[in-house]
């Protein structure tokens, strides 16, 4: 088996099981209570669907990549609901149910939203390029590996809890294994193209990182834990997702090269932002007494 072929095996698989594992350990009351109030809901939305794919946009008329990488980077930026989001909302010190909820919906709405999105945004990278992409071919393929195990996963632990109690943790344990394997065999694969990224290609990446950052925290309203369950949320792309959608339509290409470079970006610098967020959030009641 070629490391191609073994990446999209592993990564349809993982996705699977991690969208089942969410399924599994979220009651749908969480998922209601995170759409409230509608204000605050419709504030995520704009965050992760209009303003960091405009914030995408823009950086890359800035930086001006290959059209391969900017369609690599657009893919990631119509892409949000990453698993890793709720944990690194967590060391953030942030609302985790909030996060847990904004997930769920984000990972669920992508499975449309997301390739109507791109089909809008790549022409605008590419004009007359020879870029394409099967849209239909990319909703039923996340209808299946994405939408259909959340809401089996939400299904069976609304009908047979003392099931879900057996089986939740080797799930969640399977899907975190798979994923490991997965970022392992990626980062195998595609070392030299990697390591070939310029400095200038990191700190636009980086850049990213912190604009997408700021857009969640901007749109997370007045409390400070649910800003930052919202800045995380918007911060961290859902790498597996994108990676079904490069390798589907532009498998071998830069493309997927940029997902995957991407993707590492936003998970390792969000985990640090989130360190930081964390301490700000312990000095922030000393602050507070000390004033009154």
Known sequence: MNAPTLIALLNVSALVTIMLSM?????????????????????????????APAVTLGLLYVFRPAP??????????????????????????GDVPRAVGMMLILAGLSTIASPALLSVLLPRVAPGSALRIDYPAIVRILLVTQLLPLTVGLGVRRA?????????????????????????????????????????????????????????????????????????????RNAAVGLVIATTNFGGTPAVTAVVAYGLVSIVGALGCALLLGKFAAVEPKNAHAQS
Not at 84 to 92: C, D, H, Q, R, S
């Open 68 to 93: 391969m990488v900017s369609a690599g980077f657009l893919i990631l930026a119509v892409c949000p609901g990453a698993p890793v989001g709720p944990p690194i909302t967590a060391v953030a010190k």
């Open 160 to 236: 047979a809890p003392a099931l879900v109690r057996r089986i939740d943790k080797p799930v969640g344990l399977l899907a975190n294994a798979l994923l490991l394997a997965l970022v392992v065999v990626i980062v195998a694969a595609q070392y030299e193209t990697l390591a070939a990224i310029r400095l200038r290609g990191w700190m636009g990446m980086g850049l990213l990182l912190l604009a997408s950052l700021g857009v969640g925290w901007l749109c997370g309203g007045r409390d400070l834990a649910t800003r930052k369950a919202l800045a995380v949320t918007t911060a961290t």
């Open 23 to 51: 399924g599994l350990r979220v009651d749908f009351k969480d998922v209601l209570a995170s759409a409230r109030p509608a204000r605050l809901l419709a504030s995520g939305l704009l965050a992760n669907y209009v303003l």
